[in-house]
Structure formats: structure tokens, C-alpha cells
């Protein structure tokens, strides 16, 4: 592909950077995918690609730029400058890609951290020094955009370059808190802790800690680094860097899954309205002690002569204070979302209690206690149709008040199918062929 060979070239050919008057603006030089191949060979540590996105981000004759051109012109300038600066982490990394380098078929283009020791081929050296050269260029136009930049451009910068990296996850996270060290990038003490918080908890979530093997650096502890360096912030210090690190993992798939979790627990209060859901789903009979009552009864917690009233008097309580004692809970007078969630759970899935997997149905339907899921919503309210007219079809043997209630009930889960089963069928094939367990 044309657009392919030419971006690659750009990227390899080493030394053959444009005399001054004759630099062009990266959207005056590139095509769209030319210019993003070079952006992501650069974020994934290429040195050339680096210098080449530099270099037509703040052409030397670039003349005035937007502000938007500045920040970022400075966000492409200061990684390539702290790049090429090597700081201390670049310049291990940089001696850890030769050594793999040596005796193998691996091959790494780095130029940090040079020892006398290493052997180098002619080419290698001819690399150093067009490297070198390419440094000071670097900074020389960084230093120069610096004072045509205001402070909220520079900070904005910064901003960019660590929400770029922080969303290529556990590895861009890594990469950031190397950044943090370089003099050009700018890091305040809060923003490293943050960084260094926010890779260990998004490393250790990621499940990479059963990938990768133990560091060769016997003191690379990213939780331990993380929690030394909040240690030394002052008290607001650590707020901000708290509230920097939540920043930093809002891409994290995890953090992500345990913040849709959280919503969707205080979501569930509106298990009691009768028009919730982003899907219009319009779903009477639900509430939430409504829910809870049908499930502590299918658990053996309470009896009822009437059946639900919908009242959360004593007898509820006591059932209540009994089912949180049985799970080893603290007892209250209320449960809280997880328990809720629980007991609703426990009454379908062990008790094989059609109202519970009704009310289950409605809660993946619209993310109340659940993350919304029109796949289980619609096992659920299948298994609660199932369920329930196999119950009626022995109606005397039923209790009088589950006899009464029952019928209506079957109304009330026929609307909520065909409600639930209208949404699921606009859902894209790939999502609609999902599953799993019921109760995650």
C-alpha cells in the first residue's frame, strides 16, 4: 500500500530530516493513516517515529500556531525529548533491549544508557550519533515552543500525553511513570504518586501478575513504590493525587467493571418505579421490599398468611436480621444493595422461585443491582414463565395466598417478556449470542 510504504519509510530512514525553511505541518506531509502509523510507532516507543511526528508537529518555520497546534506540538516534543534524553528508567530499558538483542533474533533500536562494554557494529554507532544530534534538536524546539506556550497549554500537554498513555492500559500506565521522571514532562510529586499508584492497581487487576514472571529489579514494587511515594504528600497532596490516579484508571477495564458495578447497586431503590429503564421498559408490580419479601419467604426466613404486603413492618425486619445472621452479615434493620442482590439471587437460583426470577429479570433489564444485561434479563424472565406455569398447573397445592397471587403474576412476567424480548432483538448479533450464568 502506497500510504503503508511511505509512512514506514519516513519512520526508517535515519538522518533525513528536512533543511530549515523546508518542514512541513504533519497534516501538509501525511494522509490521515500515514499520520496515525507514525503516532502509534511513536507511543510504542519508536525513537525515529518520535522524532519524525516532532519534528513536523513544530516545523522550525511553523510561523503561528493555534493554541490547539501548540498542545499538541508539546505533547509529541516532550516525549520525544524525554526519550531521547534517557533518563534513568529509559536507559536501563534501553540496556535491557540490547542484552535480549544479543544472541538471538530479536532486534531493538535504542540508543540510551550506553556502557563502555557493549559491542557495537558500525551501523549501531553511525545511529548514536545521528541520535545525539536529533537530541539537541529536540530540545532546542521544545525550549523554543515552551515560550510561545502559556502554562494551561503545557499542563493540557500533559494531559494529553497521559490519557493517550493511560488508555493503552497496563503497559501504557507503565510507560507513564517512567515519564514522570523526566525533567522536560513536568510531573509534580502528586501526579508520580498517582502514577505509580494507578499501575499497580491496574497490573495487578489486569490478571498480568499470573502472566509475566517476577522483575529482575529486586526493588521494583509498584505497589510498595506507589504507597512510598503517597506517603510523602502532605494530606491535600494525596487527595489530588487520589482523585489523579481515578483519572488515570478511568480506561482501565476493571476499574470500569467495578464503577458500573457501584452504579448499578445504587440504582437499585428504583427496582420501587414503575418507569425505569433507558429501554422504556414500562414494567409494573415491582418493588423492592416487595422483592425482598418473596425471596426471604422462598428462603424459610419469614412465612406469610397474605402474602407480600409491600410493608416493611417488623416481621420483615426479623426476617431480615435472620437472613443477614445466616449469610454471617452484620445484623441490621435494612440490607444493603449487595444483600439485596443476594437474597434475590439465592431465592431463584436455589429455591427456584419464579417472583425472584421475575424480579432478577427486571433488574438485569435495567442495570438496577446488575449491570445492565438483555441476555440474562431475557433467561430470567424465561425461567420465571417456565417456572411459574408449572407452579399453577398443581394450583392446590400451592398455599391460598401464592394461589391468588400467582395468575397476576404470570400477566405481569408476559408483559415484562415481550418488553425485554423487543430490546434484545435490537441488540448487534454478537451481544445477543452472549450468556452465562444467571446470578454472576
Avoid at 149 to 163: M, V
Avoid at 237 to 248: E, I
Wanted: charged residues 25%; neutral net charge.
Amino acid at each position: 500500500m502506497r500510504w503503508l510504504a511511505r509512512a514506514g519509510a519516513c519512520a526508517a530512514v535515519l538522518g533525513a530530516s528536512a533543511e530549515a525553511g523546508e518542514e512541513l505541518k504533519c497534516a501538509a506531509q501525511f494522509k490521515l493513516e500515514e499520520h496515525l502509523i507514525l503516532e502509534w510507532a511513536a507511543l510504542g516507543g519508536d525513537p525515529q517515529a518520535q522524532y519524525s511526528v516532532a519534528q513536523c508537529a513544530f516545523p522550525s518555520n511553523a510561523g503561528e500556531l493555534s493554541s490547539a497546534e501548540k498542545t499538541y506540538a508539546l505533547k509529541w516534543l516532550t516525549l520525544a525529548t524525554c526519550e531521547a534524553q534517557g533518563v534513568a528508567g529509559y536507559k536501563d530499558r534501553d540496556r535491557a533491549t540490547r542484552n535480549l538483542k544479543l544472541g538471538s533474533n530479536i532486534s531493538f533500536r535504542r540508543f540510551g544508557g550506553v556502557t563502555k562494554d557493549e559491542l557495537w557494529t558500525g551501523k549501531e554507532r553511525s545511529l548514536i550519533s545521528i541520535r545525539d544530534r536529533q537530541t539537541a534538536d529536540l530540545e532546542a524546539r521544545l525550549e523554543k515552543l515552551k515560550a510561545q506556550s502559556t502554562e494551561a497549554e503545557q499542563a493540557g500537554a500533559r494531559e494529553a500525553l497521559a490519557d493517550e498513555l493511560a488508555r493503552m492500559g497496563p503497559l501504557g500506565i507503565m510507560r507513564l511513570i517512567e515519564l514522570t521522571s523526566c525533567q522536560a514532562y513536568g510531573a509534580s510529586d502528586a501526579f508520580a504518586a498517582a502514577a505509580w499508584s494507578a499501575a499497580a492497581e491496574s497490573w495487578a487487576a489486569s490478571g498480568s501478575t499470573s502472566v509475566y514472571g517476577p522483575s529482575a529489579i529486586s526493588d521494583r514494587d509498584l505497589k510498595s513504590e506507589g504507597a512510598r511515594r503517597m506517603a510523602q504528600l502532605s494530606k491535600n497532596d494525596r487527595r489530588v493525587a487520589a482523585a489523579r490516579k481515578d483519572m488515570l484508571l478511568r480506561s482501565d477495564a476493571a476499574h470500569l467493571a467495578e464503577l458500573e458495578d457501584a452504579a448499578a447497586l445504587g440504582r437499585l431503590q428504583n427496582l420501587g418505579s414503575a418507569d425505569a429503564g433507558e429501554e422504556g421498559l414500562k414494567l409494573s408490580g415491582r418493588s423492592t421490599t416487595t422483592a425482598v419479601q418473596y425471596a426471604l419467604e422462598s428462603l424459610g426466613f419469614i412465612e406469610f398468611v397474605n402474602g407480600p404486603d409491600n410493608d416493611y413492618g417488623p416481621s420483615t425486619i426479623e426476617a431480615v436480621k435472620k437472613a443477614q445472621a445466616a449469610y454471617g452479615h452484620p445484623q441490621t434493620r435494612l440490607l444493603a444493595p449487595e444483600e439485596v442482590r443476594q437474597v434475590v439471587c439465592d431465592a431463584a437460583v436455589t429455591k427456584s422461585d419464579p417472583i425472584s426470577y421475575y424480579h432478577l429479570s427486571l433488574m438485569y433489564a435495567e442495570g438496577l443491582g446488575f449491570r445492565k444485561d438483555l441476555v440474562r434479563a431475557k433467561a430470567a424472565i424465561s425461567r420465571a414463565e417456565e417456572i411459574l406455569i408449572a407452579r399453577l398447573e398443581s394450583k392446590d397445592a400451592l398455599p391460598p395466598w401464592k394461589a391468588r397471587e400467582y395468575p397476576a403474576y404470570l400477566e405481569r412476567i408476559g408483559d415484562a417478556k415481550g418488553a425485554i424480548g423487543e430490546a434484545y432483538s435490537a441488540l448487534p448479533r454478537h451481544v445477543a449470542s452472549g450468556g452465562g450464568e444467571i446470578c454472576r
